[in-house]
């Protein structure tokens, strides 16, 4: 699936129990904002949880507003962000 600009939520016909996600997105090299105003998205599970999707690279947010995180409820286990210039994960 490819998400394109102002085309609003992508849905799948059929509902699942077990699954694994894997997605992948860029960031701007430029970056603009901080905290939640910086590439702010998310994969919404079920109709009821958010995975975050979020440039949280050099970016103090709050810890389960992360990317990777379960919005609101669980914080990742580490920072998954990479610099969008070098590609480096943040440590």
Request: cysteine-free.
């Amino acid at each position: 699936m490819e998400a394109t600009p102002k085309a609003g939520n992508i849905f799948t016909r059929d509902e699942f129990s077990g699954f694994q996600l894997h997605f992948e997105f860029a960031t701007p090299e430029k970056v603009k904002g901080y905290s939640q105003g910086r590439g702010n998205s998310g994969v919404f599970l079920h109709g009821i949880y958010e995975v975050q999707v979020l440039d949280s690279y050099e970016n103090i947010t709050y810890a389960d507003g992360q990317l990777g995180a379960l919005y609101g409820q669980y914080p990742p286990l580490a920072n998954p962000a990479k610099n969008p210039v070098s590609g480096r994960v943040t440590t």
